[in-house]
């Protein structure tokens, strides 16, 4: 049975049996994520594709993605949660453009994915597995917009 606790710190979580470093997300849970975002009228898909972007980039701070710092579970986690993050928002984005079409989000989506690897290529371990973090990545999107709107 592996009991440890959690130690919650500035918006992080520490565990304290390894000492694992992740991002705090008990701040989502009971409320409702259009209420915690700063919604600005986004009037086109590529302002979508820079908010997504820039939420992926926030929450990929070299304590979460580093392997100095991180066993690799942990930081595939990370990844993940950041990518169900962004999925989140780019939900409520489509929802406020009163405007969902499969095909132009989905190549939003692709659009945002090869924006976001070559923006934070250089915060991610070269030991991690690029391959799985895409994967992570759309798999993320999938389980969010699979959703009912």
Not at 66 to 83: C, G, K, P, S
Not at 105 to 132: D, G, M
Not at 137 to 148: D, G, P, T
Request: with cysteine; net charge positive; proline share 1%.
């Amino acid at each position: 049975m592996n009991l440890y606790l959690e130690l919650s710190w500035c918006g992080l979580n520490i565990n304290t049996s390894t000492l694992d470093i992740s991002s705090d997300f008990s701040r989502y849970r009971k409320n409702n994520m259009r209420d915690l975002m700063t919604l600005k009228f986004v009037s086109y898909y590529k302002d979508i594709q820079r908010q997504i972007t820039q939420t992926i980039k926030t929450k990929q701070t070299r304590l979460l993605v580093d392997v100095d710092f991180n066993a690799r579970d942990t930081i595939y986690r990370n990844l993940f949660e950041a990518y169900l993050l962004s999925a989140l928002k780019f939900r409520i984005y489509v929802r406020q453009l009163f405007m969902y079409n499969k095909k132009v989000s989905w190549k939003i989506i692709f659009k945002t994915l090869l924006q976001a690897q070559k923006e934070t290529s250089s915060r991610l371990s070269p030991y991690l597995n690029h391959s799985s973090i895409r994967i992570l990545f759309l798999y993320a999107f999938c389980k969010i917009l699979n959703r009912k709107l």
